[in-house]
Each structure stands twice: as structure tokens, then as C-alpha cells.
């Protein structure tokens, strides 16, 4: 049989089974076909895990920061607002008559009610307490803290009657039965109507009147006495006790974490005021007050001129192991010897002058 055409099936065959390139298609066969190696993966995606959680952490963080600004802001507000509030502490009443609160001006044997008009005419009251009423003594104008009224300071006026003084105590407006509201002006007014008083219904010249405070009570008596020796009618003596060099000092040193001074409307710039002060000049204080702090009585002195236009000078007791609420219960020997000392020198003064005669009790205080 011949093979012939066998063999044309056989290579016919052959052909048909060659591979083709299938370029079109989905699969490519020459690629299959060879020992090239295998496409890589696809990268696998970047993990964002930790910048997710960094940018949680700095979302978090920004809204801790506005919450601490908005209360920040709100706590800026309250001060600028309502900061009188926090500076002044008065109790008020329809009347305070001296007749029933005998404790509180035991020793003296004269006690009379007072009133006098300040310059936005309102009218505030006090005390005239006096150790004899036919004996006329040196009078003190005593000016108090910035808590309660006049009735509060029985301790005061027994203190300044042992050192042989009477004593002129007012309320400022706004405290005790004083009308009006307290500012600093309003302060300033009660003091310049309390000297008016002493001197225009009481008769007494500038060299028979003392000036004194407390606290707040001492940059009111700053004032006064500075206002005085401007006008060249200074009074005879001027102390202070557990004051201040300016309302700025105190409450930045409370408040050190806001701007206290730029929100500050009642500065009591006491240490400015006592370079012009003339008269002799007495500054206590204690040195464990942590209210007002010592430094800053101690700076308020240190403005003073070194004597006074008479030669008297300026005079500071330390007292030793006192704070600001016990001033006159721990510290009565300490403070009677102070003013006893700046009495004394006062006086020498006013004797050279020919302004007081020697017999002055100022100079023999009750005990």
C-alpha cells in the first residue's frame, strides 16, 4: 500500500497541532510556552494605622486647647465684670447706732452718731467715740478693711484708746448704713468728707488729726494723706497696718495666671500717692500674712520719703509671727508700741512748732 498520502495526513497533522500566537487573545501562549518567571504581586497598600492615631491624638488636642481658651475667656470676663464683687465684702444695715454696740466702744465715755455728705451727695455715717467730752484729744480718722462695717472693730478702737486717741470711724458708701455704691472713688469721697467733717463740725486743725487704716483701709488712708500734704494741710501722723503698694501688687500675686492689672478699674496706686506724702509715717505689717503678703508692705514703706517735712523718720515694725487676721490679737504690744513711739516723735514736732502745748495726753495714753 503506499504511504504517500499517509504521510502528507501524517504531516498535514503535524502542522495542524503547531502552536499559535494567540496575540489577540486572552491568554498568550508564546509566554506560556517559555521559562520567563511570573509577574510579582501588586505592592500591598501602606499602613496608615499610626497616622490615623496621630491625627485622632492632634484633634483630641486642639479641642482640649479651645475648651482651655473658652474657659480662660469666660473666667476673664467673670473678673472684668464682677471683680468689685470679689474685692468688696460689706454688711450692710438700715442703721448702726453707736447706743447698741456698747462692746465694741467700751472705754469711751462719749459716743455719738455722725453723718456727713460726699461730693455725689450721698451721705454715709459713723462714730465719734471720745475718751472725755470736755477733753479734747488727738483724733485719729480710722479707716477699716474691706469686709463687714464699723461695728466690727471694737479691738481697733480699744487699741487706739489705750494709746490716748479718740476716734472718727466711718463707713464708706456702700458699707454699714452708708448709701451709695463702693468703688474706689467712692472710697476716696468718703475719706475727704470724713477730714471735712473733723475739721468744718468738729473744729479741729490738721495738727490735732491723726490718720489710720487696715488693709484696704490703709490705701484710703494713703490717699487721704497724700491728698492733705498736696494741699499743705497734712495731718499730724499717718499709720498703716497689713497694706499695700497698689491693688495690682496683691491681686497679681493671687491671680498671677491672668493679666489682672489690665482688667484692674479700682488700682489704689498707694505707693505712687506715698512719695507726696509729708507727714510723719508709721508702716506694720506681719510676716506670716498670706493675703498680702509682707513684700509688698514693705514696698509701700520703702516709697515713703525717708522723713517727713518735719524731720520725723519713717518708721517700720515687723510683726513678728502675724498674719492678716489676727493682726490686733497677737500683735497689740507690738502695734500700741509703735504708735506710742510715732505719737511721741509727732508730738516733739508739733511742741517746736508751738502748734500743742506740753500737756498734750497724746504723750500719757490709758493702758
Same mark, same amino acid.
Given at each position: 500500500?503506499?504511504?504517500?498520502? %499517509?504521510?502528507? +495526513?501524517?504531516?498535514?497533522?503535524?502542522?495542524?497541532?503547531?502552536?499559535?500566537?494567540? %496575540?489577540?487573545?486572552?491568554?498568550?501562549?508564546?509566554?506560556?510556552?517559555?521559562d520567563a518567571p511570573s509577574p510579582s504581586p501588586p505592592p500591598s497598600p501602606p499602613n496608615t494605622a499610626p497616622a490615623k492615631a496621630d491625627s485622632l491624638l492632634t484633634r483630641r488636642t486642639k479641642k482640649i486647647l479651645r475648651l482651655l481658651v473658652i474657659c480662660y475667656i469666660v473666667i476673664l470676663t467673670v473678673l472684668g465684670f464682677f471683680q468689685r464683687k470679689l474685692l468688696y465684702h460689706p454688711s450692710t444695715a438700715d442703721a448702726l447706732p453707736v447706743a447698741e454696740h456698747q462692746k465694741a466702744t467700751a472705754g469711751f465715755e462719749s459716743c455719738q452718731d455722725?453723718?456727713?455728705?460726699?461730693?455725689?451727695?450721698?451721705?454715709?455715717?459713723?462714730?465719734l467715740l471720745q475718751q472725755q467730752s470736755d477733753v479734747k484729744r488727738p483724733l485719729v480718722l480710722y479707716f477699716h478693711g474691706n469686709a463687714r462695717n464699723r461695728s466690727d472693730r471694737g479691738p481697733w478702737y480699744e487699741l487706739l484708746r489705750q494709746a490716748g486717741l479718740d476716734v472718727l470711724a466711718i463707713d464708706y458708701q456702700g458699707y454699714g448704713d452708708s448709701g451709695g455704691q463702693t468703688t474706689e472713688d467712692t472710697i476716696e469721697q468718703s475719706c475727704d468728707a470724713t477730714w471735712q467733717y473733723a475739721i468744718s463740725e468738729l473744729?479741729?486743725?490738721?495738727a490735732e488729726l491723726g490718720i489710720a487704716g487696715t488693709s484696704l483701709g490703709g490705701a484710703a488712708a494713703v490717699y487721704l494723706a497724700e491728698r492733705q500734704s498736696q494741699a499743705e494741710t497734712p495731718p499730724a501722723f499717718l499709720f498703716v497696718t497689713a497694706t499695700f503698694s497698689s491693688m495690682g501688687d496683691v491681686a497679681s500675686s493671687l491671680y498671677w495666671w491672668l493679666p489682672v492689672r489690665a482688667l484692674l478699674v479700682d488700682t489704689f496706686p498707694s505707693a505712687e500717692r506715698a512719695a507726696r506724702v509729708t507727714c510723719p509715717v508709721l508702716v506694720m505689717h506681719g510676716d506670716q500674712d498670706t493675703?498680702?503678703?509682707?513684700?509688698? *508692705?514693705?514696698?509701700?514703706?520703702?516709697?515713703?520719703?525717708?522723713? +517727713? +517735712? +518735719?524731720?520725723?523718720?519713717?518708721?517700720?515694725?515687723?510683726?513678728?509671727?502675724? *498674719?492678716?487676721?489676727?493682726?490686733v490679737a497677737k500683735g497689740?504690744?507690738?502695734?500700741?508700741?509703735?504708735?506710742?513711739?510715732?505719737?511721741?516723735?509727732s508730738r516733739a514736732v508739733r511742741v517746736d512748732g508751738d502748734q500743742q502745748t506740753a500737756d498734750d495726753p497724746v504723750t500719757a495714753p490709758d493702758e
Open positions: 500500500m503506499p504511504i504517500h498520502g %499517509n504521510c502528507q +495526513s501524517t504531516e498535514f497533522g503535524r502542522a495542524s497541532l503547531r502552536p499559535k500566537d494567540y %496575540n489577540a487573545g486572552s491568554l498568550n501562549w508564546n509566554t506560556v510556552m517559555t455722725v453723718q456727713m455728705t460726699c461730693g455725689n451727695g450721698e451721705t454715709i455715717h459713723g462714730w473744729g479741729y486743725q490738721p493675703l498680702v503678703d509682707q513684700k509688698f *508692705g514693705q514696698r509701700l514703706f520703702e516709697a515713703f520719703p525717708k522723713q +517727713s +517735712s +518735719s524731720a520725723v523718720p519713717r518708721q517700720w515694725v515687723n510683726l513678728t509671727d502675724i *498674719g492678716h487676721k489676727d493682726i497689740q504690744r507690738m502695734i500700741l508700741s509703735g504708735i506710742r513711739k510715732l505719737l511721741e516723735d
